[in-house]
């Protein structure tokens, strides 16, 4: 059972355009919704993150939106560059589980110079 | 540095052998988790361990074994039950159940089956 679903799988993106990536997710104890970038051969890192309680949290070019209604979340990317070129997931989780998250099935993003 | 130390990052194995991922921590967290990643399918949860001798399945511990004997080690045996084992395997920590937030990964080893 997916309980997170992550588009599009793959995007491509000129220099300095807006990649964005969207998530939507069924379980409604889900309260802590983060987003993961991820190099070739490498582990994921912690990007952004987000708490219900606000709809928008901004990180120098990357911004996260939030829409708890419609139980969707997206990645919004501005100015992107080719060294953003990466894998990027998104997750959630619940207060009862800890740390425990459960995941997106990626996308990889590739930032053409 | 504090991290999260994988080994071995590549492995082959036989079909049929039990092979063994190492993972250790010096970040003095109480939980540390395995993920399995396949193209397309994201991350998913294998097995997972809130604090020293004791651990969870996740959603897809079968043909795994884990045990927690230090806090600092999590490893992680892929038995020959797996029915595919070949994949990239993550390990990850994080302080605690009390603490919903960032998950720390290692860089991952990539087991390829012959």
């Known amino acids: 059972q997916q309980q997170v679903k992550q588009s599009p799988q793959s995007l491509i993106v000129q220099k300095g355009g807006i990649s964005i990536i969207n998530c939507a997710y069924e379980n409604t104890a889900f309260d802590y919704f983060p987003w993961y970038q991820q190099f070739p051969g490498k582990g994921p890192a912690l990007l952004i993150a987000i708490r219900p309680d606000v709809s928008e949290k901004k990180e120098g070019r990357f911004t996260i939106s939030f829409n708890k209604s419609a139980k969707q979340f997206s990645l919004h990317i501005m100015d992107s560059q080719p060294g953003d070129s990466a894998t990027y997931f998104c997750a959630a989780s619940k207060k009862t589980s800890g740390s425990r998250l459960t995941f997106g099935e990626g996308t990889q993003l590739t930032v053409n110079p | 540095d504090g991290g999260i130390t994988q080994s071995p990052k590549y492995l082959f194995r036989k079909e049929g052998q039990n092979v063994t991922l190492s993972c250790e921590q010096n970040?003095?967290?109480?939980?540390m988790y395995w993920y399995r990643q396949d193209p397309g399918q994201g991350l998913r949860l294998i097995y997972y361990?809130?604090?020293?001798?004791?651990?969870q399945k996740g959603d897809i511990a079968e043909g795994y074994s884990v045990s927690r004997e230090k806090k600092e080690s999590f490893p992680l045996t892929v038995t020959s039950a797996q029915k595919n084992p070949t994949a990239f395997y993550l390990c990850?920590?994080?302080?605690?159940?009390?603490?919903?937030?960032?998950?720390?990964f290692g860089e991952g080893s990539r087991l390829t089956v012959l």
């Open positions: 990850a920590s994080s302080p605690g159940q009390a603490h919903t937030g960032e998950l720390f």
């Open positions: 970040l003095n967290h109480d939980a």
């Open positions: 361990s809130q604090i020293v001798n004791d651990f």
